[in-house]
């Protein structure tokens, strides 16, 4: 009886170390394929800049990516990503229920559903024509940009979550959060940090490399954040579903 308790040890500890090494080959899989585009694209990059040979265009990745890691640049990102978070938990505790509600009661469904999507049309005009007209004849702060930058992301999750996609909807609402956040910083100028605004500085005075270094380190700000999001959500989302199996 005992032997047979130690082999039933042995084979659950076996088990156990063979399923990380699988886990473990599986995410150094999935690892060198993510890899693979990104490699070819700025080994591309490398060589169609040095075959064009003109910076002020597009400069050599080599010299690209060494602007990325300048200090000046972190402390710019670490403004505008802590708006874009703070974007990201406003409508996570705003548009979230809603989206919710809307899917639970039809009827709030059919009240809240033309509603949102008439503030999007509207808040979208205003975006395009009328905000930059009204940005330069009243004052301009930086709550303003916020609650421009969270209205419509907001609104996006609602209408989203409302068809069950939450995970989806956080992911695009941080998105659009971002997107605008650094939009705000960019056009009107209201603070002096900021991806925006130093994005404006590189335009303004020809810097081409710190332009590229920039949008270089939105890209996989953005990409971090979302694998982030995208892990914590099927976290969320998995132990929801077995608590659910275990009430059925």
Not at 73 to 88: C, D, E, P, R, V
């Amino acid at each position: 009886m005992k032997d047979k308790v130690d082999i039933e040890v042995w084979e659950a500890l076996l088990n156990f170390m063979v399923g990380d090494e699988n886990k473990q080959e599986t995410r150094t899989v999935r690892l060198f394929y993510h890899s693979i585009p990104f490699v070819l694209l700025f080994l591309f990059w490398e060589i169609l800049a040095r075959v064009i040979h003109n910076p002020y265009i597009l400069p050599p990745f080599s010299a690209v990516a060494v602007n990325a890691f300048s200090p000046s640049l972190a402390y710019h990102l670490g403004s505008t990503l802590a708006f874009s978070l703070l974007g990201l938990l406003i409508i996570s505790l705003v548009g979230l229920p809603l989206g919710m509600l809307m899917r639970r009661f039809k009827k709030a469904e059919w009240a809240l559903n033309p509603f949102f999507w008439f503030l999007l049309f509207a808040s979208g005009f205003a975006t395009t024509r009328i905000a930059p007209i009204l940005f330069s004849l009243f004052e301009v702060s930086p709550l303003t940009v916020l609650l421009h930058s969270v209205l419509i992301p907001m609104l996006v999750a609602a209408l989203i979550s409302s068809y069950g996609a939450r995970l989806t909807a956080v992911r695009i609402g941080f998105l659009l959060c971002f997107s605008f956040r650094i939009g705000g910083e960019m056009i009107f100028g209201i603070t002096t940090v900021g991806l925006g605004n130093l994005l404006s500085e590189c335009y303004y005075f020809h810097n081409t490399e710190m332009m590229y270094a920039i949008m270089l380190l939105m890209g996989f700000t953005g990409l971090f954040v979302d694998r982030g999001l995208k892990y914590v959500g099927n976290v969320v989302i998995g132990k929801e579903e077995i608590k659910e199996k275990e009430v059925k």
